[in-house]
């Protein structure tokens, strides 16, 4: 059975940090890039980063850029988000997703999680 898993939510106070996981059943998570979604109540589902599948290349919304960190361990099959400095407006609920292609857009992932809370308290 394919399945993605997140894992590490909860609620952290402003200015901490969490760990998120993502772990891959059922396929081979190292042939897929992997991207971090996130979405709130009542808000549209926003990218937060991808890795490629080697983990060579990652990128990030900005609002992320340089607080968060998207890395794979492919021995096993599994990627991580470790997201540092934590404010409010990071509370959401965060999705894992992966995609064949090299560089994906929305529609070529494939796989999806079923998504961990994250709740930055102020």
């Known amino acids: 059975q394919i399945q993605l898993v997140e894992s590490g939510g909860g609620v952290v106070q402003s200015g901490g940090s969490l760990r998120l996981s993502c772990a891959a059943s059922g396929f081979i998570l190292a042939d897929y890039a992997v991207g971090w979604f996130r979405q709130d109540p009542g808000k549209e589902r926003e990218a937060v980063s991808c890795i490629t599948s080697s983990g060579g290349r990652t990128n990030y919304l900005d609002s992320v850029k340089g607080r968060f960190t998207a890395s794979r361990d492919n021995a096993k099959n599994t990627v991580y988000l470790q997201m540092n400095s934590l404010n409010p407006e990071d509370t959401a609920v965060y999705y894992c997703?992966?995609?064949?292609?090299?560089?994906?857009?929305?529609?070529?992932?494939?796989?999806w999680g079923q998504g961990t809370q994250v709740t930055v308290s102020s």
């Open positions: 997703a992966a995609s064949p292609k090299s560089v994906p857009f929305y529609a070529d992932y494939n796989y």
